[in-house]
T-cell receptor
Framework: QKEVEQNSGPLSVPEGAIASLNCTYSDRGSQSFFWYRQYSGKSPELIMFIYSNGDKEDGRFTAQLNKASQYVSLLIRDSQPSDSATYLCAVNAAGGTSYGKLTFGQGTILTVHP | SQTIHQWPATLVQPVGSPLSLECTVEGTSNPNLYWYRQAAGRGLQLLFYSVGIGQISSEVPQNLSASRPQDRQFILSSKKLLLSDSGFYLC?????????????FGAGTRLSVL
């Protein structure tokens, strides 16, 4: 059973701070890694994807990948109350017959307080 | 641009009644299609995926079935709903090939079985 693990939180940070969200995965053959944001009662929205080791930055968001440690993280700089949501980590299933399947973590609840 | 539609947004059904949820994708052809269920406060559980018309793979044994009668149409069904079928049902699509497994979600259907 391929697994993706996240701390469920809640993670509470003050407005303007850096929020750090972490995710570990068990499938060493995974090649694609995603972060989705899900507001309460809404569907998941893709915010970042990363395929190579290292950092990838997009605005206030930075995704970090370390395949050797099987670890992926999301940093949110200058956190805003509008960033309060559940953040889902997703990892592709390795193998030629995986048909694009993703395995999702349980999600980390982030609360940004003014 | 591509869009994904799901309906209805909310559904309340009695135990033992049938179910039909529909999902359609516009602006692309031959997508991979997925049905997920999300129980309250939980992660996403993949129920079914499809790589083409009439091709359905089931991830977990359950009271539900799926069909893909047209290239961009995906239907989730049940003959008799159980209380445990309550949840948030999400349809997603993924382009084949170079996209490296990016999945895009519909708005979801919140199902309450009473």
């Amino acid at each position: 059973q391929k697994e993706v693990e996240q701390n469920s939180g809640p993670l509470s940070v003050p407005e303007g701070a850096i929020a750090s969200l972490n995710c570990t995965y068990s499938d060493r053959g995974s090649q694609s890694f995603f972060w989705y944001r899900q507001y309460s009662g809404k569907s998941p929205e893709l915010i970042m994807f990363i395929y190579s080791n290292g950092d990838k930055e997009d605005g206030r968001f930075t995704a970090q990948l370390n395949k050797a440690s099987q670890y992926v993280s999301l940093l949110i700089r200058d956190s805003q109350p509008s960033d309060s949501a559940t953040y889902l980590c997703a990892v592709n299933a390795a193998g030629g017959t995986s048909y694009g399947k993703l395995t999702f973590g349980q999600g980390t609840i982030l609360t940004v307080h003014p | 641009s591509q869009t994904i539609h799901q309906w209805p947004a909310t559904l309340v059904q009695p135990v033992g009644s049938p179910l039909s949820l529909e999902c359609t994708v516009e602006g692309t052809s031959n997508p991979n299609l997925y049905w997920y269920r999300q129980a309250a406060g939980r992660g996403l559980q993949l129920l079914f995926y499809s790589v083409g018309i009439g091709q359905i793979s089931s991830e977990v044994p359950q009271n539900l079935s799926a069909s893909r009668p047209q290239d961009r149409q995906f239907i989730l069904s049940s003959k008799k709903l159980l209380l445990s079928d309550s949840g948030f049902y999400l349809c997603a699509w993924s382009p084949k090939g170079w996209s490296k497994n990016i999945q895009y979600f519909g708005a979801g259907t919140r199902l309450s079985v009473l």
